[in-house]
């Protein structure tokens, strides 16, 4: 029984840590859509270590002209392949500061949706249960209030942009020579 127990913890604890070299980023008060920031920007790392500043050094986008999956980034002179971009929300309540993301797709009436806290406690869910939309605009904005289903209360201070990383390329290295060789080329 007790071996059991432990192996269900230690499953636990996998599943909240990230992969090896995983990070939470997020770029100031920018729209989820927003152009690529250009070299030199700022990134503020929200997992796993909070509060690191961290430099745009390069870009390598997909074609789209916006920040997506799929984009290379290069942070500190390091390349990082994007798996997720999303928004962030950053809201305040009786605790003070928190960092939010939706699990699912964002945008539209967040009621019902599952919401991932970044920071200050990684990997804690919420659902969100009631929301007030403070300028009528149809979605979670400046000044919303959004409450969980715990019974926190939360005002909506910004909207970040936000993306996962992990790094180097998703290609390995080499396949490109083995294709070639197969080819003759």
């Known amino acids: 029984m007790r071996m059991c127990i432990a192996m269900a913890v230690v ?18 008060a920018a729209p989820v859509r927003d152009p690529i920031p250009p070299d030199g920007s700022p990134w503020h790392e929200l997992f796993p270590n909070f509060c690191i500043m961290h430099t745009q050094t390069g870009y390598g986008d997909n074609g789209d002209g916006v920040v997506s999956v799929c984009d290379m980034i290069y942070i500190d002179g390091q390349p990082h ?63 919303d209030i959004i409450q969980f289903e715990d019974g926190s209360a939360w005002h909506v201070e910004e909207i970040r942009l936000d993306i996962t990383v992990v790094p180097g390329s998703p290609v390995e ?9 197969v080819f003759g080329f």
């Open 81 to 143: 392949h994007i798996i997720w971009t999303g928004p962030t929300y950053y809201l305040y309540g009786d605790t003070g500061p928190a960092f939010y993301e939706p699990t699912g797709e964002p945008g539209g009436i967040p009621i019902g949706q599952t919401w991932h806290e970044v920071a200050p406690n990684f990997c804690v869910e919420h659902t969100v249960i009631e929301w007030e939309d403070a300028d009528g605009d149809g979605e979670v904005s400046h000044c």
């Open 173 to 181: 290295e080499s396949t490109w020579g083995k294709i070639k060789a």
């Open 11 to 28: 499953g636990l604890l996998v599943l909240a840590v990230p992969a090896t070299g995983q990070l939470y980023l997020e770029f100031g």
